[in-house]
């Protein structure tokens, strides 16, 4: 018999139980209440006072053995597990006959007295149990749980029920949350909330979700940022404010990165940049105390101390050290980008020095940031909404909080020159217009805000996901949300949709006439490679086995491969123009294997992805090229 077959007749017999039991008319499901009064964590935690006593408990039947008149059920509440010890002889008949028709991950409650087995374990001896839900869908099975990820972060309801570890997570992450918040409510900041939906896209350069509003009939854009509300607010004469909420951008997906997450800004009059990075370092060391019970975390094998002071560089600093380039002898934007050509770091035709810096940055020092670390002093071009420093008026008085080579913070002394941040968001408008795509837009209203007057003003803003990553030793952004976002299944096309219905409904069987009338190809090369070359390059199918956007590159995506090997081989491509990262993942590609490696944001590519590249209607256009699922990992080609 096969599993599937099996699995089947399961759940026929599941069905089977319900319809029998509605029969009857003992339909579980007419149940609305049960009057709990001890939970499994509490009864197992302080066993002595619990003692002799009948309770009532509710929760999820995870295990069931025994035969017989007597059966042994373990049952699951929100607080832990605890052994039901059932006997015919003190049930009756009766209640009895319900524990023998139970199956796994049926919701059951439960009355009887707390005692210890015979091997010591403490349990509950069964008076009566009543069938509460019938679980109509198996759990994984017990030895193996739930172990395939993209499973888990799909149906995270059966994840919670079967990796207790993960609810303890999700417990964690609700404690940083409501510390964070207890943090700043005993320092005087004021909760508040700002619009979600917007009529201009601000507060930060990234690529935001459109939607439209009927009754208005204007496009709206969904939060990148809350900054330029909250800021309005310190106009209005409020002295510190904060809101933690979900912001949106519409941009790559990859451990770190989700489309929706949740951050918190907030702002005080009357400090600067260096009074946000005092409370910076003291507010997250006071949550990690609270919740781990030390400023010192474990962290993938790493241990983070994040007790103040953290280390402090400014970028410039940074870059000489780790890059060994002093952008301080760096006299001209086109220095910098010949510097970034030197270096193979990519670059825009709108980018200057500054931008170049960040690139370098980004490249080179990121990942030496380990321990919780300060880097300060941004350049002005990449800090449209901060102040200029006094004494260096091209650099500004911003700094980004990092752990892990992750950053989770940015903060700034408030730009509150109502003239200079004019000049800064016609910047950002005529990079949109150049085609950037995540440059901000004109906001009027928030310029008269500052005509009216910001006063001296520190702003903060912190990535609260990756915060509850590293206080939690997560390795992914999608481990610490709840239901991250995920590409539905079933939404590729397939062959036969695509093809035209013929009247009966059933898909035609010629296919659909694709016109190459309007392509244009490179020419062929004329100058011949000698076979004994060619057959050098190492032509190799691989399996994608994941695949990320790159950070803070709009081109570059980032994929581990199977190549047949026990390594997983990384190779970055420069086609998130043309794919996103999740509809590649478990295709078959082609890639040359031995060029040596080539250092990509700061990452070994080592090889190269083969795509088919040519032109249609002045525009290139790009197809990886994808083979056969049956041909095997490392196959070679001739």
């Given at each position: 018999?096969?599993?599937?077959?099996?699995?089947?007749?399961?759940?026929?017999?599941?069905?089977?139980?319900?319809?029998?039991?509605?029969?009857?008319?003992?339909?579980?499901?007419?149940?609305?209440?049960?009057?709990?009064?001890?939970?499994?964590?509490?009864?197992?935690?302080?066993?002595?006072?619990?003692?002799?006593?009948?309770?009532?408990?509710?929760?999820?039947?995870?295990?069931?053995?025994?035969?017989?008149?007597?059966?042994?059920?373990?049952?699951?509440?929100?607080?832990?597990?605890?052994?039901?010890?059932?006997?015919?002889?003190?049930?009756?008949?009766?209640?009895?006959?319900?524990?023998?028709?139970?199956?796994?991950?049926?919701?059951?409650?439960?009355?009887?007295?707390?005692?210890?087995?015979?091997?010591?374990?403490?349990?509950?001896?069964?008076?009566?149990?009543?069938?509460?839900?019938?679980?109509?869908a198996q759990l994984p099975e017990k030895f193996h749980g739930l172990k395939d990820q993209d499973l888990r972060y799909r149906e995270r309801y059966v994840d919670l029920i079967v990796n207790p570890e993960v609810k303890d997570v999700f417990v964690k992450r609700t404690k940083i949350l409501s510390g964070i918040r207890r943090y700043l409510d005993d320092h005087g900041y004021l909760a508040v909330e700002t619009p979600i939906l917007n009529t201009i896209s601000g507060g930060a350069n990234a690529r935001p979700f459109i939607t439209h509003h009927n009754t208005l009939d204007i496009d709206m854009y969904l939060r990148i940022a809350n900054e330029l509300y909250l800021k309005r607010l310190i106009v209005g004469g409020f002295d510190g404010v904060y809101e933690m909420g979900r912001m949106f951008r519409n941009e790559g997906m990859d451990t770190k990165h989700n489309p929706e997450y949740t951050a918190i800004e907030l702002y005080k009059a009357y400090t600067d940049y260096e009074g946000m990075m005092k409370l910076c370092e003291d507010m997250l060391s006071t949550v990690a105390e609270e919740v781990c019970g030390s400023t010192k975390v474990d962290y993938q094998g790493e241990s983070l101390d994040f007790r103040p002071p953290w280390k402090r560089m400014t970028m410039t600093e940074a870059v000489r050290e780790y890059a060994h380039v002093d952008f301080d002898q760096v006299q001209s934007d086109e220095d910098?980008?010949?510097?970034?050509?030197?270096?193979?770091?990519?670059?825009?035709?709108?980018?200057?020095?500054?931008?170049?810096?960040?690139?370098?940055?980004?490249?080179?020092?990121?990942?030496?940031?380990?321990?919780?670390?300060?880097?300060?002093?941004?350049?002005?071009?990449?800090?449209?909404?901060?102040?200029?420093?006094?004494?260096?008026?091209?650099?500004?008085?911003?700094?980004?909080?990092?752990?892990?080579?992750?950053?989770?913070?940015?903060a700034f002394s408030e730009l509150n020159d109502a003239e200079d941040q004019r000049g800064r968001f016609e910047h950002q408008v005529a990079l949109r217009e150049a085609g950037d795509e995540e440059a901000g837009m004109m906001d009027e209203d928030f310029l008269h805000a500052l005509e009216v007057g910001l006063p001296p003003t520190g702003g903060m803003g912190l990535g609260i996901d990756r915060i509850v990553m590293f206080l939690t030793n997560?390795?992914?952004?999608?481990?610490?949300?709840?239901?991250?976002?995920?590409?539905?299944?079933?939404?590729?096309?397939?062959?036969?949709?695509?093809?035209?219905?013929?009247?009966?409904?059933?898909?035609?069987?010629?296919?659909?006439?694709?016109?190459?009338?309007?392509?244009?190809?490179?020419?062929?090369?004329?100058?011949?490679?000698?076979?004994?070359?060619?057959?050098?390059?190492?032509?190799?199918?691989?399996?994608?086995?994941?695949?990320?956007?790159?950070?803070?590159?709009?081109?570059l995506l980032r994929f581990a491969l199977d190549d047949g090997t026990e390594e997983p081989r990384t190779i970055l491509s420069g086609i998130h123009a043309y794919y996103e990262p999740e509809e590649l993942v478990g295709k078959t590609c082609i890639a040359i294997t031995n060029l040596p490696p080539r250092k990509m944001m700061g990452v070994d590519s080592c090889g190269m992805l083969i795509s088919a590249i040519h032109e249609e209607e002045g525009e290139e256009k790009l197809h990886l090229l994808m083979v056969d699922d049956h041909i095997p990992a490392g196959a070679k080609l001739y």
């Open positions: 018999m096969t599993k599937q077959r099996s699995d089947n007749e399961m759940l026929a017999i599941r069905r089977e139980k319900l319809k029998a039991l509605r029969e009857a008319g003992k339909d579980p499901h007419t149940i609305t209440k049960v009057d709990v009064t001890a939970h499994a964590g509490n009864v197992q935690e302080h066993f002595t006072d619990w003692e002799g006593k009948t309770v009532c408990m509710a929760g999820r039947l995870l295990a069931k053995r025994g035969h017989g008149k007597m059966s042994f059920l373990d049952l699951q509440d929100a607080t832990g597990k605890i052994q039901l010890i059932c006997r015919e002889n003190i049930m009756g008949e009766e209640f009895f006959s319900v524990v023998r028709d139970l199956d796994l991950g049926d919701i059951v409650s439960v009355e009887g007295e707390i005692l210890r087995s015979d091997r010591g374990e403490i349990s509950v001896s069964a008076q009566n149990v009543t069938l509460l839900t019938k679980a109509l910098a980008r010949a510097l970034a050509k030197a270096h193979n770091i990519e670059t825009q035709a709108t980018d200057g020095k500054g931008k170049i810096l960040q690139y370098f940055f980004d490249a080179y020092v990121e990942e030496h940031l380990r321990q919780p670390t300060f880097i300060y002093e941004y350049p002005v071009e990449i800090s449209p909404l901060a102040k200029r420093m006094p004494n260096k008026p091209e650099m500004t008085e911003r700094f980004e909080a990092f752990v892990c080579g992750s950053e989770i913070g940015n997560q390795t992914s952004i999608r481990d610490v949300l709840l239901f991250p976002t995920m590409k539905p299944l079933g939404v590729e096309k397939t062959e036969a949709s695509t093809k035209p219905a013929t009247a009966s409904g059933e898909p035609a069987t010629s296919p659909t006439a694709i016109d190459f009338s309007k392509v244009q190809i490179e020419p062929l090369f004329t100058d011949f490679v000698d076979f004994d070359t060619f057959s050098k390059s190492d032509f190799r199918a691989v399996k994608v086995l994941s695949c990320e956007a790159v950070p803070k590159s709009k081109k």
